[in-house]
């Protein structure tokens, strides 16, 4: 019981940080019905950002106290993810939103690509470490018979937390604010929507730049928990974030939460209780299995073509 507690905690933590990496995949979806591969690697980009900075704070400039030097580290991030998400949308999307569906797609990947590669040639291909910053956490139960401590670590506490916290304002922010009624409106109906007075360029650059500041949170969380970060987190973060949009239904905010949950959940559990060589598996079966009886996924609407 002990140890399923234990790895229940692990899969929410991770499934938070893949849950923040889908929203963005989702929104831009949601609004202009294309997956923005390059988004993963915006993630890999706030992590390497988030790292530099937190360097830069604590051994360059002297600073020690730590939420001071971890707000400027996020902020510092966001803006420049943010700068990144807003280029991707200028040169590989606007240009080409009135071609073919594929053409922003290989732009996208294309982006990927010089983006991994340029880490890689600035940085290095070994793993970046930080050593723990946030240690401690809160001693849940255990167990008598099998010696298996169940613990809720401060960092875990902190992602969980900063996770609901997100996704409450996000809601809000879609359901309850003009910029989220330009959204909803450039979901239905971009070209209705513009004739209605929305700036739907405007729109759609706010869109990629909201989500890649949501990458950079997931990026400072990751390397806060786990401490190693490379140029390819990016690429495994990005393909299992699309697979947890695609899980809970691609185009619904809800529905990347739950679907990273799930995910997270999935390997942890899987890693835990088979065999770790076959968590990606078992992630992708699942996903099969659920779009075979559910083609929207678990919260997505169906797709109402208009004529």
């Known amino acids: 019981m002990e140890y399923f507690v234990q790895q229940l905690i692990n899969g929410l933590t991770l499934g938070s940080i893949y849950g923040l990496i889908a929203i963005g995949y989702t929104m ?50 966001m803006f420049f993810t943010s700068a990144w998400g807003w280029t991707v949308e200028r040169l590989a999307y606007r240009p080409l939103r009135g071609s073919f569906r594929l053409a922003p797609l290989i732009t996208a990947i294309g982006m990927s690509i010089v983006l991994q590669n340029f880490v890689q040639i600035t940085q290095g291909a070994r793993v970046k470490p930080l050593p723990p910053q946030i240690q401690g956490g809160i001693t849940l ?26 996704m409450a304002g996000f809601t809000l922010l879609i359901t309850r604010t003009p910029l989220g009624r330009a959204q909803r409106a450039c979901e239905q109906d971009r070209k209705m929507a513009a004739l209605l007075g929305i700036n739907v360029d405007r729109t759609i650059s706010l869109t990629f730049v909201m989500g890649a500041a949501l990458a950079a949170v997931a990026g400072l969380m990751f390397v806060l928990l786990y401490g190693v970060i490379d140029f390819y987190i990016g690429f495994l973060a990005g393909v299992k974030a699309f697979t947890a949009a695609v ?33 990606d598996v078992a992630a992708f079966s699942i996903l099969a299995i659920v779009l075979i009886f559910l083609p929207s996924g678990l919260l997505g609407q169906p797709e109402v073509e208009k004529v």
């Open 141 to 166: 139960m255990e167990g008598s018979a099998t010696g298996i401590v169940v613990q809720l670590s401060y960092m875990q506490i902190i992602i969980i937390l900063t996770t609901v916290a997100l």
């Open 28 to 77: 831009v979806y949601g609004i202009i019905g294309m997956i923005n591969f390059a988004h993963g690697d915006v993630f890999m980009i706030g992590a390497f950002i988030a790292l530099a900075m937190f360097l830069i704070l604590t051994t360059v400039l002297g600073f020690a106290f730590l939420p001071v030097v971890l707000l400027i580290v996020l902020i510092v991030a």
């Open 247 to 279: 899980l809970g239904g691609i185009g619904s905010l809800p529905g990347a939460m739950l679907g990273g949950l799930l995910i997270g959940l999935i390997e942890v559990f899987w890693s835990g209780y088979f065999s770790v060589e076959y968590k």
